[in-house]
């Protein structure tokens, strides 16, 4: 007999959820030092447009397609049309790329967070810090299997009892953290200009290529900020409950995931520039910035261990929130090819994490001399999943609903309870034409153009 199909117990609890999971490290790092790196208010202004059309249309869809079909991704694609049933797989690829290295670095943050909560965020100070950490296996394996284990625990528990309960936990707290420590950095000297460098527009030196770069870049971060094209969205939607509004969830969504990595910037780019001395060559300091940069910029602070070990406490609720929608999108896969219950499913996939997973941590230890195209294993992992499998799979997702199923597939989904779908014009527009295009430029534009 088939198992009743879970889903969330109400539309709050699916938006935070799902908010959650678009909430993660590349909003709280990653985010601000690109919105510095590429003009300032003009990444802002570029990212939030995108948000509204680009992220709005591939969320509407993705959603839509998991609710109607009340499949994972790997049934999806194959129930709206056989012959895009090959797309199934190759979206349920991408988590299972994804997790394992995600569960590093978030045993990372982990190290970080006991570090400071235990007042020796000075000793995180040191410049062989980080890299003496990351080397050694055995302290790295610890951190990363404490982390992906506590993913785990909350997607054994379900998705009412485990995800919704944890997700209307943590985002609230995650919320009230962040702005919390913007306020405090707001109140520091020099904080002003670090403020005016991250939302004033820099139009010196501001080309066109370089605007193309910043709209590249842009698309770049919304694409996994929004947790597109990874089976995430679909997964969800497969649980969302059929009154609630597809339209009206997506914007709330989008709101908060954007709200977050703009608080994000808040924090850090003032921190670094008023620890740098204004030098805003700081904040391109890609991974490093959070566990090399930031430590010095707390330590530097009245009260900085307290600071550290708030936002350390953030970093990771909103490294919790996305591992676990990511482990749960692999568990729903494995639950429906084999028809495995939730303990199973899961015990599994903990399983595939933690092999997956030492590969990336003997990457930086062990096994540091060997590349694979010239990327550490974990870089690897993150290239082949972030610039060509999640953009093949968005592209064609949007050929599936633009030319196959059409517009109308999804927009009947988004209406199933007489509302309407006020978007519909733009939602068209996007689909069939401007985020073919927008993938198209994302697939091809690292083996051309250095972001």
């Not at 999806?76 to 590093?104: E, M, N, S």
């Not at 740098?276 to 300091?285: E, H, K, T, V």
């Not at 929608?325 to 903990?350: D, P, Q, Y």
């Not at 060997?370 to 799979?393: A, C, E, K, R, W």
Request: aromatic share 14%; with cysteine.
């Amino acid at each position: 007999m088939e198992e009743k199909k879970e889903s969330f117990g109400s539309r709050i609890g699916f938006i935070l959820a799902a908010a959650g999971s678009a909430i993660g490290l590349g909003n709280i790092w990653r985010f601000p030092y690109l919105a510095a790196k590429y003009g300032g208010g003009i990444f802002l202004v570029i990212y939030i447009i995108l948000v509204v059309t680009f992220g709005f249309s591939l969320m509407v869809t993705e959603i839509s397609l998991g609710r109607r079909t009340g499949k994972s991704v790997i049934g999806a694609y194959k129930h709206a049309d056989a012959r895009f049933g090959f797309l199934g797989p190759i979206a349920a690829l991408v988590p299972f790329v994804i997790t394992p290295y995600y569960c590093v670095i978030g045993g990372w943050v982990l190290k970080y967070l006991v570090t400071f909560v235990c007042g020796q965020g000075a000793e995180a100070t040191s410049d062989d810090f980080f890299g003496g950490f990351i080397s050694t296996a055995g302290q790295t394996s610890v951190f990363f299997i404490i982390y992906a284990a506590l993913t785990a625990v909350v997607v054994i528990f379900g998705v009412q009892k485990g995800i919704e309960k944890v997700s209307k936990i943590l985002m609230p707290i995650l919320v009230l953290l962040s702005i919390g420590i913007a306020i405090y950095v707001m109140t520091l000297p020099g904080a002003g200009e670090g403020l005016k460098y991250y939302v004033l527009p820099t139009f010196a030196g501001f080309t066109v290529a370089k605007l193309l770069k910043t709209v590249v870049a842009a698309m770049g971060q919304l694409f996994y900020s929004m947790s597109l094209a990874m089976g995430i969205m679909v997964t969800y939607g497969s649980y969302m409950r059929k009154q609630d509004s597809i339209e009206a969830s997506t914007r709330q969504i989008s709101f908060f995931d954007t709200l977050i990595a703009i608080i994000a910037g808040l924090i850090i780019v003032p921190s670094v520039i008023i620890f740098s001395g204004g030098d805003a060559a700081a904040l391109n300091a890609g991974p490093g910035l959070m566990f090399v940069t930031l430590p010095k910029v707390f330590d530097s602070m009245r009260g900085g261990y307290i600071a550290g070990a708030a936002f350390f406490i953030l970093v990771a609720f909103a490294a919790l929130t996305s591992s676990v929608s990511l482990l749960e999108t692999m568990v729903s896969i494995v639950s429906e090819k084999f028809k495995l219950g939730r303990i199973a499913s899961t015990t599994v996939c903990f399983i595939i994490v933690i092999v997956m997973g030492m590969l990336s941590v003997l990457g930086y230890s062990s096994w540091s001399e060997v590349t694979i195209f010239g990327y550490q294993i974990l870089d690897f992992f993150d290239f082949i999943s972030n610039n060509i499998m999640m953009p093949i799979v968005a592209l064609l997702t949007c050929v599936l609903v633009g030319y196959i199923v059409k517009p109308e597939y999804i927009e009947d989904e988004t209406t199933l309870n007489g509302e309407t779908f006020k978007a519909k014009g733009l939602y068209n527009i996007m689909m069939k034409f401007v985020c073919p295009i927008f993938m198209i430029i994302i697939l091809l534009t690292p083996f051309f153009v250095e972001i």
